[in-house]
């Protein structure tokens, strides 16, 4: 039985390794990458820690590579989504039980095994699988998944630690137990660190899971499990399941136990759920939290101020790293025409030196796009833009999926701030920018406002202090996470909590506590030590 106040190790952001040539670590990465792609895996689902084989095998192909065969992955039905709510109801009790302390230690060691270990696993499953290159993989499938599991860790001791306070002849106590039901995961294929963490922060918390990751992304979610089971993570806390999102829907929100919704992807899956959700409203036993990361139009503000330089750096980094398949990926600019000359001239020195190809290949800065739907669409609008007279493709534009799901880095240039491509999510490597009058700065920022739908991310680059203040209060409600003289991508768990408002999502700050407190139910209690003994109060002498 615990009797001592816990104090979990001091959380500090897990460094970046370089993998030079020559390093330990990029030997160790090329050793996994050869391993892994020696023996195709057959890789099941697991529901109450049971590995689900079933006679629908569907093929994983490295979007970079089609002809190379990864292995494959048992696709379920509707019993076992089924089978992963009972297991998920069956294991709640007992771990909803168990210390909090005991639970972030399961987290802990994950944390430590998965930047120990399974490192260099990790990294070459989610360069394979994702067409991430090392870079890429490293900051997220390693750095960003550790701190998740370090840091929530950290904000649970915080929230617990948080207690009401007490009148005389009384004791008052917070306890902070799981929700009443089971938590949905429905996770992406671009971040690895975000489908372990929307599993991992409600199980924390004392919850438990259905875990269904994107299809594109089982090759290395079978990693993150692995971790969690190397962990000590008990049997039906995680369940992992491999259906068509319809399917898990019509069980999932229909069932009068679901008690949360932990998703990160697109704005119309996301509203339609809602929808869903709200239509069953009167099924369920509780009120189910649900929380959302979606979609993002993100900007890149340039004011006749900022450095040119700066403004290139981050528009090259900001818009093409894992070819824009980033919701916080800079995906429309307004640059100052005063500085414009400038800023064009160094992205397009940047881009024409950017090399593209497999993530195997560390020279590579560009790799594929992650599938055929992302391929068709991304180039559908390229095609578009193409035949539009009104607009000009000033890099890239070409696109082959001959080998693999690659796009060139793509920039159009438009003086329409209304344009297509200002204004529509894309989800790859196109950057559009529009050029405006040095006085129409304030003008501009209205148009960055109302263009999108959404407020996810956004940039803002200016020497000027005042402009600096003012572009910051008038943009207030147009992005979650706010970048001043920085690329709009690259939050850092427990440095920019992530997460963003309007269409964008519920703005729960992944990489803080605030997110934490979303699946926690809490109770008071209050213990009167003298209890009273007449009903009668003093005034009634």
Not at 143 to 168: G, L
Not at 340 to 361: H, Q, R
Not at 387 to 411: C, L, M
Not at 517 to 522: D, E, G, H, K, V
Request: net charge neutral; glycine share 6%; charged share 20%.
């Amino acid at each position: 039985m615990s009797n001592a106040f816990f104090k979990v190790p001091t959380p500090i952001n897990e460094p970046v390794l370089s993998y030079v040539k020559g390093s330990k670590e990029r030997q160790n990465l090329d050793k996994a990458i050869i391993e892994l792609k020696s023996k195709p895996l057959d890789i099941p689902m697991i529901i109450g820690g049971k590995k689900i084989f079933t006679d629908k095998k569907l093929s994983m192909h490295p979007p970079h590579d089609l002809s190379f065969n990864l292995g494959t992955y048992n696709r379920g039905d509707a019993s076992h989504v089924e089978q992963a709510i009972e297991a998920s109801l069956n294991a709640r009790e007992k771990w909803n039980d168990l210390s909090w302390e005991q639970r972030a230690a399961i987290f802990l060691k994950a944390a430590d095994l998965l930047t120990g270990p399974f490192r260099a696993k990790m990294n070459a499953a989610t360069m394979l699988c994702q067409s991430k290159n090392v870079l890429q993989a490293e900051i997220d499938a390693v750095c960003e998944m550790a701190d998740f599991f370090r840091f929530n860790c950290q904000f649970a001791q915080e929230i617990y630690h948080e207690q009401p306070s007490s009148s005389p002849l009384t004791w008052n106590r917070m306890e902070y137990r799981g929700l009443e039901g089971f938590v949905f995961a429905l996770t992406p294929f671009n971040f690895t660190s975000i489908a372990a963490n929307l599993c991992a922060a409600p199980a924390l918390m004392g919850n438990t899971i259905v875990w269904k990751p994107a299809e594109s992304q089982i090759y290395s979610a079978a990693v993150i499990m692995e971790v969690f089971e190397a962990a000590g993570l008990p049997d039906g806390v995680i369940n992992l399941v491999f259906v068509d999102g319809p399917t898990a829907g019509d069980i999932i929100f229909n069932h009068p136990s679901f008690a949360g919704l932990h998703f990160t992807g697109s704005t119309g899956v996301f509203q339609n759920m809602w929808k869903t959700i709200g239509n069953n409203i009167s099924k369920y036993k509780s009120y189910p939290r649900i929380v959302g990361e979606t979609g993002g139009k993100d900007f890149v503000v340039a004011h006749k101020s900022a450095d040119p330089k700066e403004v290139a750096v981050a528009l090259a980094r900001g818009a093409f790293e894992f070819q824009g398949q980033k919701c916080s990926a800079a995906s429309r600019a307004y640059i100052s025409r005063s500085i414009w000359n400038d800023v064009e001239k160094y992205l397009k020195e940047d881009l024409a030196s950017f090399k593209m190809g497999t993530p195997e290949d560390y020279s590579n800065f560009i790799n594929a796009v992650i599938d055929e739907r992302a391929f068709n669409k991304i180039s559908n609008y390229i095609q578009s833009a193409k035949a539009d007279k009104s607009v000009k493709i000033i890099a890239g534009g070409n696109f082959d999926n001959s080998k693999g799901y690659f796009i060139e880095p793509t920039v159009i240039l438009t003086d329409n701030p209304k344009f297509q491509t200002m204004c529509e999510e894309i989800f790859g490597p196109v950057l559009t920018i529009f050029v405006f009058e040095d006085a129409d700065f304030e003008k501009t920022l209205d148009l960055v406002d109302s263009t999108s739908p959404y407020a996810l991310t956004g940039a803002f680059f200016a020497k000027d202090r005042y402009i600096i203040d003012y572009a910051s209060k008038k943009l207030v409600n147009s992005a979650g996470n706010f970048y001043i003289n920085d690329k709009p991508t690259g939050a850092v768990v427990g440095q920019q909590p992530f997460g963003g408002a309007r269409a964008s999502g519920t703005n729960d700050k992944a990489g803080s506590k605030l997110n934490l407190l979303r699946w926690t139910n809490p109770r008071t209690i209050k213990e009167n030590f003298v209890a009273p003994k007449d009903y009668r109060y003093p005034f009634m002498d």
